[in-house]
């Protein structure tokens, strides 16, 4: 009887032992990953519907997720174009810890101009380091046919408004005007650089 009731006891210590650690890290671990990747399709699912309806923005002012360096929401550039306007940055970012953003949109519902949009969504993104807010985003829509360079207070001491509104006027606009705009948003990009020493 007595070696029954230890066969038994032992039985159950040995169960709970195999329940308790043993058990966990079979099922955890892959329970955890299938989550995981449940949660990255369920986004992945979201962003790709949201990219399908344009980005249009709700009624309290939700942005969109930015994609990286450059996010081309409108599907102007080529892959290779936008892999090199993100060098360009990143060398940059690199030597100065100044931070670049490049956005293409198709619309900024809810917001009436294109001025309050870019400044929310580079504030929204955190563009530029928090101690220095160094930020810049160059915004543009073809849809709307309209521009905006929005500046971190870091960043405007160097490039006011005025110089921005020069950088637009007389090396961005000109090739947006011959459907050039990629070669726009480059030159633009380098003469931004260039003043911002």
């Given at each position: 009887m007595k070696k029954k009731v230890l066969i038994i006891t032992g039985?159950?210590?040995i169960l709970y032992i195999l329940l308790a650690f043993v058990l966990p890290k079979f099922v955890a671990v892959p329970l955890a990953a299938y989550h995981s990747k449940k949660v990255w399709t369920e986004n992945e699912k979201d962003y790709s519907e949201s990219k399908s309806s344009n980005l249009v923005l709700d009624s309290i002012g939700n942005f969109p997720l930015p994609i990286?360096?450059?996010?081309?929401y409108e599907k102007i550039f080529s892959e290779r174009?936008?892999?090199?306007l993100t060098k360009l940055i990143i060398d940059y970012e690199q030597k100065t810890t100044r931070e670049i953003a490049i956005v293409t949109i198709s619309s900024i519902e809810p917001y009436e101009n294109v001025k309050d949009y870019a400044t929310d969504l580079a504030n929204e993104?955190?563009?530029?380091?928090p101690e220095k807010d160094n930020g810049l985003i160059i915004l543009f829509s073809k849809n709307l046919r309209q521009i905006r360079?929005?500046?971190?207070?870091?960043?405007?001491?160097?490039?006011?408004?005025?110089?921005?509104?020069?950088?637009?006027?007389?090396?961005?606009?000109?090739?947006?005007?011959?459907?050039k705009y990629y070669n726009g948003i480059e030159?633009?990009?380098?003469?931004?650089?260039?003043?911002?020493?």
């Open positions: 039985s159950i210590g990286g360096y450059v996010s081309d174009q936008i892999s090199h993104w955190k563009i530029g380091k360079i929005a500046t971190g207070t870091g960043t405007e001491q160097k490039l006011t408004d005025e110089i921005c509104k020069k950088v637009i006027d007389s090396t961005i606009v000109p090739e947006f005007k011959k459907g030159s633009g990009l380098k003469e931004l650089m260039k003043r911002w020493e």
